[in-house]
């Protein structure tokens, strides 16, 4: 058990909609990392966030955001769902924002768009 | 084009071999990281090396960084099949914010 809490696990959704993914990280970790892992891309980095600000952004879609609470739990947003959303989503937390530190990632979210 | 380079994408042995499997790039990194996943789960890390031609070992798993910090390469003697899953390279692009995973090597021990 990494200490990093994801809900849900599973989620099952039609073209269109919208859902949110919630993260929790270890105790202690202030840096909150999103990652979209499918079979022809791999894991590709989506966004960071340190102590509630945006650290750094990779390859996130326009129709997603993301957002970290004062309380440091993390929310990824995706809207306007389509066919190739389709993924395994990860939540990972580190203590540090730099790159190099250990990360800690989340069981995911299975997301199907139906 | 993937910045870290995994192969094999697949291996395939019978346990109580042995596998080697390799991460490469035309970067420089200051650090590289690997971690195993499981079906079904989130990866973990296994272990970070940092100076070029450092070798660490964790049980039957030895790792090295090359010497000019642009590869590395995992080694599992005697695999069981507790090694299956899919082993994942990772460094920072720079001494920043953003690390990048290679696609991974999917290992499959039989017994």
């Known amino acids: 058990d990494s200490g990093v809490t994801q809900t849900p696990k599973h989620l099952i959704t039609a073209t269109g909609q919208r859902v949110t993914l919630r993260c929790s990280p270890r105790?202690?970790?202030?840096?909150v990392y999103w990652y979209q892992q499918s079979l022809d891309q791999g894991l590709q980095f989506l966004i960071q966030?340190?102590?509630?600000?945006?650290?750094a952004k990779g390859n996130i879609l326009e129709r997603f955001s993301a957002q970290q609470f004062p309380d440091l739990h993390s929310e990824l947003n995706l809207s306007s769902l389509e066919l190739g959303d389709s993924a395994l989503y990860f939540c990972a937390s580190s203590v540090a924002p730099q790159a190099g530190n250990p990360l800690y990632f989340g069981p995911g979210t299975r997301l199907t768009v139906t | 084009t993937q910045l870290l380079e995994q192969s094999p994408q697949f291996l395939s042995i019978q346990e109580g071999e042995n596998l080697t499997v390799y991460c490469n790039s035309s970067s420089v990194f200051s650090s590289l990281q690997w971690y195993r996943q499981e079906p079904g789960e989130g990866p973990v890390l296994l272990v970070t090396v940092v100076t070029g031609g450092e070798v660490k070992k964790l049980k039957r798993l030895t790792f090295q960084f090359g010497d000019a910090r642009k590869d590395s390469s995992l080694h599992i003697t005697a695999a069981q099949t507790g090694d299956t899953g899919l082993y994942l390279c990772a460094g920072p692009r720079r001494l920043g914010y953003k690390l990048s995973f290679g696609a991974g090597t999917t290992v499959t021990v039989r017994a």
């Open positions: 105790s202690g970790d202030l840096s």
């Open positions: 966030y340190y102590n509630g600000e945006e650290r």
